[in-house]
Every structure is written in structure tokens, then in C-alpha cells.
């Protein structure tokens, strides 16, 4: 699966918002924007003269860092578990607690999303 379609199952997800820090692009120009207090910064020259219509079509950018754990901040949220936490196990990644238990996916963003959508 790729990022983007990540992305697109992230923000459909009902616990779904943007969180101060994430990052999203625009999925067909690559135009990107991260958040920070109440105001969208671009992240470079060409996002300046996107139109605030386009952040309809924006996705997040789980190739980001700060994004990734935005994403880890919503999910403890969802679950109303802080102990949540993600973290590498071979080849896999695990989002763990003991209560849900663990979502284990090849990546990170995989894991976070899987644990994201399945929140009560």
C-alpha cells in the first residue's frame, strides 16, 4: 500500500484531525503545507500559490516525521490510552499496549493507520 492511499484511509478515519506539526500534501501536485498554532505554513515555493480550495484534496504526509507522530498522538487519543506506542520488531512494526493489544504491519504509518481506523 502505498503512502498516499495511507493518507486517504487516515483521514477518513472518524477520530481523524490535523494536529499542530503534521504535514499534508497535495496528493496530485505535491504541494505541501505544515500546520503550526492556527495557520497552514507552506513548506515550499510552490505551495504559495495553491488556493485555500485545495486542502480539501490534501492528504498527510506519512513519510514526515512530525506527522507520524501526530498520527501516534491521535491514535492514544482514539483509544484513551497513553501507553500506546509504536516501535520496530524485525522486519515489522508493532502499535502496542496491552489493551487493545497490538497492530503489527510492515510499516509504521501501516501500523498507526490499522490502529487509527479500528478505535472504538
Same mark, same amino acid.
Not at 492511499?5 to 500534501?25: F, I, N, T, Y
Not at 504541494?31 to 515555493?45: T, Y
Not at 512530525?66 to 492514544?76: D, H, I, M, N, S
Given at each position: @500500500?502505498?503512502?498516499?492511499?495511507?493518507?486517504?484511509? /487516515?483521514? $477518513?478515519? #472518524?477520530?481523524?484531525?490535523?494536529?499542530?506539526?503534521? #504535514? =499534508? %500534501?497535495? $496528493?496530485?501536485?505535491?504541494?505541501?503545507?505544515?500546520?503550526? +498554532?492556527?495557520?497552514?505554513?507552506?513548506?515550499?515555493? =510552490?505551495?504559495?500559490? %495553491?488556493?485555500?480550495?485545495?486542502?480539501?484534496?490534501?492528504?498527510?504526509?506519512?513519510?514526515?516525521? $512530525?506527522?507520524?507522530?501526530?498520527?501516534?498522538?491521535? %491514535?492514544?487519543? /482514539?483509544?484513551?490510552?497513553?501507553? @500506546?506506542?509504536?516501535?520496530?520488531?524485525?522486519?515489522?512494526? =508493532?502499535?502496542?499496549?496491552? *489493551?487493545? +493489544? /497490538?497492530?503489527?504491519? +510492515?510499516?509504521?504509518?501501516?501500523?498507526? %493507520?490499522?490502529?487509527? *481506523?479500528?478505535?472504538?
Amino acid at each position: @500500500m502505498t503512502l498516499e492511499e495511507l493518507g486517504r484511509r /487516515a483521514v $477518513a478515519c #472518524k477520530h481523524w484531525r490535523w494536529r499542530d506539526g503534521s #504535514k =499534508r %500534501v497535495h $496528493a496530485e501536485h505535491r504541494w505541501a503545507w505544515r500546520l503550526c +498554532g492556527w495557520r497552514w505554513f507552506p513548506c515550499d515555493e =510552490r505551495s504559495n500559490a %495553491v488556493h485555500d480550495n485545495c486542502f480539501a484534496e490534501a492528504i498527510p504526509d506519512l513519510s514526515d516525521p $512530525a506527522t507520524l507522530g501526530c498520527l501516534l498522538a491521535l %491514535v492514544r487519543e /482514539a483509544w484513551a490510552n497513553d501507553t @500506546m506506542h509504536a516501535r520496530p520488531g524485525g522486519d515489522r512494526w =508493532r502499535v502496542w499496549s496491552e *489493551e487493545p +493489544g /497490538a497492530f503489527v504491519f +510492515g510499516t509504521e504509518a501501516e501500523a498507526l %493507520v490499522a490502529a487509527l *481506523e479500528a478505535a472504538p
